[in-house]
């Protein structure tokens, strides 16, 4: 009989954060308020995955390769890299926070000492910051002109920008993967949508094609089946669900309705050319969808740089221009919080249309295939599949970020031109040598 080992977590992390607000002309302080962060259900993956591969690392690839070629690396310097001041007030969820909402009021990078004129960046202390033995003790301070405005969340993530650039859009390291099946992958286009327990996929088609529809049952792990093959053939461009039938949009202005069996029960046409992309919203029983239509829309912006609200029988309620004006994303889903979620390539994005500054975050899923995602909201985690065929593919849960942090002040915090501020993060682990 083997017996279960259990291991403990030596790195045990606290992290406590602590603003300070100063009178700028008398140096006087006047307010003070501290609290500590949870450690994201990202950073405790990270931490685990980071000790697994320091043993693995070296070790044979006839070893290493089946599990260690399909899942992203973490590595050291991915674990956080900026602290970050935004406007966000919603409460604390340690298990299911992947990214930091809300918008920007200031930043302070750690890797160096920032030279930036944004007027978001404080800069790094080396004079008072330290590091020892169980602490790291982080001080960031902002000027007069930097950092204004009132904030309530304080973030802590991985940014792949420049120490110095403090540009809105965030750009994260990678996202990490799970393995759910590993049948060697493929490098076709995918689209995947999540119903209940299953993962539906079909090859995403610019052209008519009768290829089948596939699922893959989260629950009992089984192989790729088909779920059907359609009577006659058709482009695929998107795919979503509304937990009964799928939703099916086609290189034109057409959406298709098919059953579990393959019935096709009804064709929507939308006043949306060259669909590419869809997501059905159950809450609010629309559609959102994108286009590669590269002419104006109605609202005289590019038809591939908005997101279209449709209702149930196509018509335009809502265009919506992207905030980051890339015609390549397609539209993927929804998180939690409304934030939507779109794909290009390898790349994954979100844009919070609610907000108004901080509100785009990416991060990449692994590059060695071309991966169809898929969001599952209560979670915000994704599902993504590479595939060539039925006996060759591969199946993955994505983690958007290694780490994401946050702490939620008691009350908003309000920093003006007549202020200056001192931020200090102290983030307390475990002394190697007193183990």
């Not at 079909?202 to 088909?226: H, I, K, M, R």
């Not at 009577?231 to 949009?249: C, F, I, K, M, W």
Request: proline share 3%.
């Amino acid at each position: 009989m083997i017996e279960k080992v259990k291991f403990e977590d030596l790195m045990k992390f606290r992290g406590l954060v602590t603003v300070e607000l100063f009178d700028a002309q008398t140096g006087k302080l006047q307010e003070r308020v501290q609290k500590e962060n949870f450690i994201a259900v990202g950073n405790k993956k990270w931490w685990a995955l980071l000790q697994r591969n320091s043993i693995i690392n070296k070790m044979p690839s006839a070893l290493k390769d089946v599990l260690q070629s399909f899942e992203v690396w973490p590595s050291s310097d991915t674990f956080f890299n900026r602290i970050c001041l935004t406007d966000y007030t919603g409460e604390e969820e340690p298990e299911k926070e992947w990214y930091l909402p809300g918008n920007l009021i200031g930043a302070i990078d750690i890797r160096n000492i920032a030279t930036s004129t944004h007027a978001k960046a404080g800069v790094l202390n080396l004079n008072e910051s330290f590091i020892s033995r169980e602490l790291i003790h982080l001080v960031g301070d902002f000027s007069t002109d930097k950092g204004n405005g009132v904030f309530q969340s304080i973030g802590f993530i991985n940014s792949s920008e420049a120490y110095n650039s403090y540009g809105n859009h965030v750009w994260a390291n990678l996202g990490f993967t799970e393995v759910l099946k590993y049948l060697g992958g493929g490098t076709s286009s995918n689209l995947i949508t999540k119903m209940e327990k299953r993962l539906i996929y079909c090859n995403y088609v610019a052209g008519n094609n009768s290829t089948p529809f596939y699922y893959f049952d989260l629950e009992n792990g089984e192989d790729l089946q088909v779920l059907f093959t359609p009577s006659s053939a058709l482009s695929r461009t998107g795919l979503a669900n509304n937990g009964q039938n799928l939703y099916v949009s086609q290189n034109g202005y057409t959406i298709r309705e098919y059953a579990l069996d393959g019935t096709l029960v009804k064709t929507i046409t939308t006043q949306v050319p060259g669909l590419q992309g869809i997501y059905f919203d159950k809450e609010e029983n629309v559609f959102y969808v994108t286009s590669s239509a590269s002419g104006n829309n109605p609202i005289d912006f590019p038809w591939n740089m908005c997101l279209y609200k449709l209702n149930e029988v196509g018509e335009i309620l809502e265009i919506i221009p992207f905030l980051l004006e890339d015609p390549s994303y397609r539209i993927r889903g929804r998180l939690s919080d409304g934030t939507f979620v779109f794909q290009s390539a390898n790349s994954i994005l979100f844009q919070n249309f609610e907000r108004v500054d901080y509100s785009i975050y990416s991060f990449q899923v692994p590059t060695t295939n071309t991966y169809g995602v898929t969001v599952e909201k209560e979670n915000n985690i994704f599902f993504g599949i590479a595939f060539s065929s039925i006996t060759n593919y591969n199946i993955i849960k994505i983690y958007p970020a290694a780490m994401n942090s946050r702490v939620l002040l008691s009350a908003p915090q309000t920093k003006t031109n007549a202020q200056t501020m001192k931020v200090t993060y102290d983030l307390y682990y475990t002394d190697w040598t007193k183990l």
